[in-house]
Structures are given as structure tokens and as C-alpha cells.
């Protein structure tokens, strides 16, 4: 089965930090993706992830763990345009190749 | 990077029409495409695997002769939403992978609404 949880929504405030976290439990493994998403906009690609430790991107770095079955997507010095849904997803490249979402995260930046 | 394009970018119809929306890979061939429907303030669901030149797989609980899809040729998948209804009402969005692996690009959606 499949089965990937994110927190529903967050709230942070300008130039601070937030993780957002992913459970994920997938039956086989085949990596881990972040995307943000903009109100109305399609979703854009932050990272991937297939083994463990952490990636750094900018002000966004992504941590994975495949023992554990987590993830984390890092946003540093955040910006008001940082407000958006946070997605992770699973691909199931034996499933031609299909990509699941968590529910996402809706972050909020305050000023 | 690889560019998938969807058209339209909003429609709205009348109840029990159809509606077609055309998904197409830019400078890319892509065998596999895939749909996804997404309603507001919720993540995106999983509607089809588009597959060019064979039937398109479609996830548990969608209903294949309401949601055709076409995967003619190697650029364009379409997904046709047969007699709408209000409900189908939805933020439609299409995606397609660079070879078997990696990133999945995602066209710009397609807001339906059905009066």
C-alpha cells in the first residue's frame, strides 16, 4: 500500500526557518520528491531524494531517511513568496512510473 | 528544462456537455503522461496514466467512460470530461517524465467549471 503524511498547515514568520515533514510508507522505494505549489499555479519541482542524508538547494534543503520512512523539506530565511502548499510525492517507476502526493502543507509567512 | 503545455487554461461549460483539454510535451517525447484532478485547498489525486498508443491506466475509484483519455501521438495526451456535471467542477492538471526516472514536469492546469 501507499501512504504519505504531511502536516496540513504550518505558519512561520519572515527570515525564520521551518521544516515541513513527509511520512512516507510505499510498498518499494524508489525516491522522494518536494514540489511547491502556488494558489491556481501548477507545481513546481524543489527536489529529489534517493538516498539518505541531506541535499542543499539555495535556501531549501531536503533530508531523507529511508529507515526511518522520512523526509523533510528545510526553507531558510524565509520570504513572503515562500507562502505556499508543500508537496511531497512518491514515484512508482513498476507503476509506469506514476508520482503520489501527500496531502500537502499549507505554509503561511507572516511578516 | 522540459516544457509540457495544457490547453485550455480555464473553460467553463454547461452540464451534460463534454470538454476536451490537450496535454502536450514541448521538446519532448513522452510515452507516458499522466492526469491528475485537483479540488481546492487539496493536494493533487491521481486520476490516469496516459499510455501512447494503448488504453490509459486508470486509478481505482475514477470512472474510465466519464474521464476518456487519448494518447494518439508521442506529444499529446488529451482528456475529455464526458456529459459534465457541476461536481467534475476542478482544477485538471496533466505531467510528464523526461525518460523513466527522475522529475515530473507538470503542465499549467486546467480550471473546469460546470454550470
Known amino acids: 500500500g501507499q501512504n504519505i503524511d504531511q502536516p496540513t498547515e504550518m505558519t512561520a514568520t519572515e527570515g525564520a526557518i521551518v521544516q515541513i515533514n513527509c511520512t512516507y510508507q510505499t510498498s518499494g522505494f524508489n525516491g522522494l520528491f518536494w514540489y511547491q505549489q502556488h494558489a491556481g499555479e501548477a507545481p513546481t519541482f524543489l527536489s529529489y531524494n534517493v538516498l539518505d542524508g541531506l541535499e542543499e538547494k539555495g535556501r531549501f534543503s531536503s533530508f531523507l531517511s529511508r529507515s526511518k520512512g522520512y523526509s523533510y523539506l528545510l526553507l531558510k530565511e524565509l520570504q513572503m513568496k515562500d507562502s505556499a502548499s508543500y508537496l511531497c510525492?512518491?514515484?512508482?517507476?513498476?507503476?509506469?512510473?506514476?508520482?503520489?502526493f501527500g496531502q500537502g502543507t499549507e505554509l503561511s509567512v507572516k511578516p | 528544462g522540459a516544457v509540457v503545455s495544457q490547453h485550455p487554461s480555464r473553460v467553463i461549460c454547461k452540464s451534460g456537455t463534454s470538454v476536451k483539454i490537450e496535454c502536450r510535451s514541448l521538446?519532448?517525447?513522452?510515452?507516458?503522461m499522466f492526469w491528475y484532478r485537483q479540488f481546492p485547498k487539496k493536494s493533487l489525486m491521481l486520476m490516469a496514466t496516459?499510455?501512447?498508443?494503448?488504453?490509459?491506466?486508470?486509478e481505482q475509484g475514477v470512472e474510465k467512460d466519464k474521464f476518456l483519455i487519448n494518447h494518439a501521438s508521442l506529444t499529446l495526451s488529451t482528456l475529455t470530461v464526458t456529459s459534465a456535471h457541476p461536481e467534475d467542477s476542478s482544477f485538471y492538471i496533466c505531467?510528464?517524465?523526461?525518460?523513466?526516472?527522475?522529475?515530473?514536469?507538470f503542465g499549467e492546469g486546467s480550471r473546469l467549471t460546470v454550470l
Open positions: 505531467s510528464a517524465r523526461v525518460g523513466g526516472t527522475g522529475e515530473l514536469f
Open positions: 521538446d519532448f517525447q513522452a510515452t507516458t
Open positions: 510525492a512518491a514515484p512508482f517507476y513498476n507503476q509506469g512510473g506514476k508520482l503520489i
Open positions: 496516459s499510455n501512447e498508443g494503448s488504453k490509459a491506466t486508470y
